[in-house]
């Protein structure tokens, strides 16, 4: 079993840069691949980026691309997103997560979550 815990969620301004970190504890961290998902009010959890084991595959989705940078440190057992050129539509709790298997794209792909960090982006 793996706890989570996310941080550095914050009001920033439309076209800022805010860095959110995920700290876990218990099982090696190097046993999960790792993802960030995000829930805006009213709507499904989406994914935002993931990282493989060892951090050599990475995926986005499309509407961060270019934009947001996910990373992994595994000797601090940690995993971080770094977002830049914030949009309004960027606002929502975001959400750190482990999985067992490969990268994935979706929440069932995720057996472990953390109880997110609100992003607000003002316009």
């Known amino acids: 079993q793996v706890q989570l815990v996310e941080s550095g969620g914050a009001l920033v301004q439309a076209g800022g840069s805010l860095s959110l970190s995920c700290a876990a504890s218990g099982r090696t961290f190097s046993d999960y691949a790792m993802g960030w998902f995000r829930q805006a009010p009213g709507k499904e959890r989406e994914f935002v980026a993931g990282?493989?084991?060892?951090?050599?595959?990475?995926s986005y989705a499309d509407s961060v691309k270019g934009r947001f940078t996910i990373s992994r440190n595994n000797a601090k057992n940690s995993v971080y997103l770094q977002m830049n050129s914030l949009k309004p539509e960027d606002t929502a709790v975001y959400y750190c997560?482990?999985?067992?298997?490969?990268?994935?794209?979706?929440?069932?792909?995720?057996?472990?979550w953390g109880q997110g960090t609100q992003v607000t982006v003002s316009s």
């Open positions: 997560a482990a999985s067992v298997n490969s990268v994935g794209r979706t929440t069932t792909a995720y057996n472990h």
């Open positions: 990282i493989s084991k060892f951090g050599g595959l990475r």
